[in-house]
């Protein structure tokens, strides 16, 4: 604490580069503390001295007119302060957004919370753009539709469209709507946003390191080829039949299932309990999900829709688990020979 009485704000100059640095350290600290909440700024001004405590309860009484850019400029000076001596990296939007809302105005609060976390955000997603449409759409496919509509309006327009080039028209028109809807982040959207950007480019890297990581790209590049897959494996065994033997155990992805033959498929579901099928297709490409479904008579189809949408929106890590426990099912089943999995469409001959 500064002893010198520099508590009176200058209100007397109209330029605003004078209003930032008007709040003395004594007024700052009387922001934060009045920001607290009382138990919590008790327990603070326990650890200053008297002449501290008279000197910051003297101005808590007497603060008032602050202005918003003030208010941020003191929050962000003390988070950023913070996060340089104590190693902590930063609050949690749900403790900005309460502390903001208990010192503040609700609107104010929730400006400021939206202005301190989408520099952050726009500053962090900007490097998604070097990484290829494809990776990142495989990335957010799971992703409930409004996390997708975000992750998408945060990126540059340029890569967004990419993207969404990558759906189907119907998921395509629907996020674009979600998008025109977005005004501020919500309570807990920009924690989540920044997770799920943080994961994007976890992936990413962790896919370009690793000695058998160039197979797994092309097992993927084969799993999402829309052309002749058995003419490039083909080609591939006649140069590296190892390879290919590397490349068909990478191919074996959740995606690969729609490749099945009607007999196939209904083993399948014989195997696989509907609850789990209405979790593993959430957030699933429609085209995908359309041949699951078809596959199925047509009362447990309709009962499987009806599952899926009473779902509502439900976590990425549990539709991951629950496609790694269909694949297991069907690894066993494979291994067993009750069916022989086809990795990608062939052409036959009548």
């Given at each position: 604490?500064?002893?010198?009485?520099?508590?009176?704000?200058?209100?007397?100059?109209?330029?605003?580069?004078?209003?930032?640095?008007?709040?003395?350290?004594?007024?700052?600290?009387a922001?934060?503390?009045?920001?607290?909440?009382?138990?919590?700024?008790?327990?603070?001004?326990?650890?200053f001295?008297?002449?501290?405590?008279?000197?910051?309860?003297?101005v808590?009484?007497?603060?008032?007119?602050i202005?918003?850019?003030?208010?941020?400029?003191?929050?962000e000076?003390?988070?950023?302060?913070?996060?340089?001596h104590?190693?902590?990296?930063?609050?949690?939007?749900?403790?900005i957004?309460?502390?903001?809302?208990?010192?503040?105005?609700?609107?104010?609060?929730?400006?400021?919370?939206?202005?301190?976390?989408?520099?952050?955000?726009?500053?962090?997603?900007?490097?998604?753009?070097?990484?290829?449409?494809?990776?990142?759409?495989?990335?957010?496919?799971?992703?409930?539709?409004?996390?997708q509509?975000?992750?998408?309006?945060?990126?540059?327009?340029?890569t967004?469209?990419?993207?969404?080039?990558?759906?189907?028209?119907?998921?395509?028109i629907?996020l674009l709507?979600?998008?025109?809807?977005?005004?501020?982040?919500?309570?807990?959207?920009a924690?989540?946003?920044?997770?799920?950007?943080?994961?994007?480019?976890?992936e990413?890297t962790?896919?370009?390191?690793?000695?058998l990581?160039?197979?797994?790209?092309?097992?993927d590049?084969?799993?999402?080829?829309?052309?002749?897959?058995a003419?490039?494996?083909?080609?591939?065994?006649?140069i590296?039949?190892q390879?290919v033997?590397?490349?068909?155990?990478?191919?074996?992805?959740?995606?690969?299932?729609?490749?099945?033959?009607?007999?196939?498929?209904?083993?399948?579901?014989?195997?696989?309990?509907?609850?789990?099928?209405a979790v593993?297709?959430?957030?699933a490409?429609?085209?995908?999900?359309?041949?699951?479904?078809?596959?199925l008579?047509?009362?447990?189809?309709?009962?499987?829709?009806?599952?899926i949408k009473?779902?509502?929106?439900?976590?990425?890590?549990?539709?991951?688990?629950?496609?790694?426990?269909i694949?297991?099912?069907?690894?066993?089943?494979?291994?067993?020979?009750?069916?022989?999995l086809?990795?990608?469409?062939?052409?036959?001959?009548?």
């Amino acid at each position: 604490m500064e002893s010198k009485d520099d508590t009176k704000i200058d209100t007397g100059s109209t330029d605003a580069s004078d209003e930032l640095v008007a709040l003395s350290k004594v007024e700052q600290a009387a922001l934060l503390l009045l920001g607290m909440g009382e138990e919590v700024a008790a327990g603070v001004l326990r650890n200053f001295s008297r002449d501290e405590v008279q000197k910051v309860a003297k101005v808590m009484s007497t603060l008032s007119d602050i202005k918003t850019a003030q208010a941020k400029d003191v929050i962000e000076d003390f988070f950023n302060d913070f996060k340089q001596h104590s190693g902590i990296q930063g609050a949690s939007k749900n403790f900005i957004d309460n502390m903001l809302n208990s010192a503040l105005d609700g609107n104010i609060a929730k400006g400021l919370v939206a202005d301190l976390y989408g520099d952050e955000i726009k500053n962090k997603i900007q490097k998604l753009q070097w990484i290829s449409a494809e990776i990142l759409m495989k990335s957010i496919v799971n992703e409930h539709a409004r996390m997708q509509s975000v992750f998408l309006a945060y990126l540059p327009a340029e890569t967004s469209s990419e993207i969404l080039a990558l759906f189907s028209e119907e998921v395509r028109i629907d996020l674009l709507y979600r998008i025109t809807q977005i005004e501020d982040l919500d309570q807990n959207v920009a924690d989540d946003l920044l997770e799920l950007i943080e994961r994007c480019a976890t992936e990413y890297t962790d896919n370009k390191t690793g000695s058998l990581q160039g197979i797994k790209q092309v097992a993927d590049i084969i799993n999402n080829y829309g052309g002749d897959k058995a003419a490039i494996m083909h080609s591939l065994k006649g140069i590296n039949n190892q390879v290919v033997n590397q490349i068909e155990r990478d191919m074996f992805d959740f995606s690969i299932i729609s490749n099945q033959s009607e007999q196939t498929l209904e083993i399948i579901h014989q195997n696989i309990a509907p609850d789990l099928w209405a979790v593993a297709l959430k957030g699933a490409a429609p085209e995908f999900k359309q041949e699951i479904i078809k596959s199925l008579p047509k009362r447990i189809a309709a009962d499987l829709e009806s599952q899926i949408k009473e779902l509502g929106g439900v976590p990425v890590s549990v539709v991951k688990n629950a496609q790694a426990d269909i694949m297991d099912t069907l690894r066993e089943l494979n291994d067993s020979g009750e069916i022989e999995l086809l990795l990608y469409s062939e052409s036959v001959v009548e």
